[in-house]
Structures are given as structure tokens and as C-alpha cells.
Nanobody, 124 residues
Framework: QVQLVESGGGPVQAGGSLRLSCAAS????????MGWFRQAPGKEREFVAG????????DYADSVKGRFTISRDNAKNTVYLRMNSLKPEDTAVYFC?????????????????WGQGTQVTVSS
């Protein structure tokens, strides 16, 4: 069982930055690929970024490439999402997810564990 707790969300002006953190309870977080997803009001949940177990590979949604960076510190059981140049369309609830996967996945159903989400609101 893996418990995930996100933090770091909040209100920010367009062009600003935030860093989301996802703290995991698992002692072997390094066994899990990690992903960040988001869901805006009235929209489906969408993939934002993912990172493999060893940080050897990452993947990003086209909408965030060049602005967001995913990283992980397995020693601290924490995954991060650095978000720069934020836009109003980035407003959403951001979820951290863990999957017992050999590589990064963009498909939410492949992740078995989810956090409760953290709200990011970008104002223009």
C-alpha cells in the first residue's frame, strides 16, 4: 500500500512559479514510476508529467513541455513538479500517482495509487 500526499498548490499570477511536492509512505518508492495528472473543472483528468523509477526517463504533456519539470528524490520518498511560466489554463487540481511500472506511462489507469490532489489557481 502506498499513500501519497501532495502539497505546494495555491494561487499564483500568470507567469509565476510553483513547486508541487508529493510525499509517499512507501519505503520502496524507487519501485514505482510516478506521475502528475491534473483535472480542471468540467474536464477529464489529463496526464501532465511522469518519471521512471530511477529518474532515467521523463515524459511531459505537450502543453507543459519546457515549462514544467518533474523530479524525484527516492531517499526522501518525494516527487516534485516544478511549474514555471504558469498560465491560467494550468488551473486545475493536481494529483500525484504511483504505479508499479517498468517505464513511464501517460495512462491514468495504469497507476494504482493516488493522492488527494492539490489546487493550483493561476490568475491572469
Amino acid at each position: 500500500q502506498v499513500q501519497l500526499v501532495e502539497s505546494g498548490g495555491g494561487p499564483v499570477q500568470a507567469g509565476g512559479s510553483l513547486r508541487l511536492s508529493c510525499a509517499a509512505s512507501a519505503r520502496t518508492l524507487s519501485s514505482y514510476a510516478m506521475g502528475w495528472f491534473r483535472q480542471a473543472p468540467g474536464k477529464e483528468r489529463e496526464f501532465v508529467a511522469g518519471i521512471s523509477r530511477s529518474s532515467g526517463s521523463t515524459d511531459y504533456a505537450d502543453s507543459v513541455k519546457g515549462r514544467f519539470t518533474i523530479s524525484r528524490d527516492n531517499a526522501k520518498n518525494t516527487v516534485y513538479l516544478r511549474m514555471n511560466s504558469l498560465k491560467p489554463e494550468d488551473t486545475a487540481v493536481y494529483f500525484c500517482a504511483a504505479g508499479f511500472l517498468s517505464s513511464v506511462s501517460t495512462r491514468d489507469y495504469e497507476y494504482g495509487y493516488w493522492g488527494q490532489g492539490t489546487q493550483v489557481t493561476v490568475s491572469s
